[in-house]
Nanobody
């Protein structure tokens, strides 16, 4: 089992930036992926970005490409989501997810989730 703790959410004006952090603890498999998801109340949780160990690739949903960057500090067991040029539609609770061998856009594939961190983009 993997424990995930997100931080870094907050209030930011449109065009601003935030960096979310996800602290990972517990045992991960040789093949694993870490994903960022977001959810707006009343809507389904959607995939934002994901990195997988099998090929070292990072994936992004179309709406955040060029604005968001997923990075990792393996020594500290941290995963980050750098968010730039934020828009009102990026407002959501952001979740870190893991315990899956390969990246997936689908929520049920992930075995462990953090508690979420709220990002509000508003003027």
């Amino acid at each position: 089992q993997v424990k995930l703790v997100e931080s870094g959410g907050g209030f930011v004006q449109p065009g601003g930036s935030l960096r979310l952090s996800c602290a990972v603890s517990g045992t991960t498999s040789d093949l694993y992926a870490v994903g960022w998801f977001r959810q707006v109340p009343g809507k389904e949780r959607e995939s934002v970005s994901c990195w997988e160990s099998s090929n070292g690739k990072t994936y992004y949903t179309e709406s955040v490409k060029g604005r968001f960057t997923l990075s990792r500090d393996d020594a500290q067991r941290m995963v980050y989501l750098e968010m730039n040029s934020l828009k009102a539609e990026d407002t959501a609770v952001y979740y870190c997810a893991a315990n899956i061998p390969y990246c997936s856009r689908y929520v049920p594939g992930y075995g462990d989730w953090g508690q979420g961190t709220l990002v509000t983009v508003s003027s």
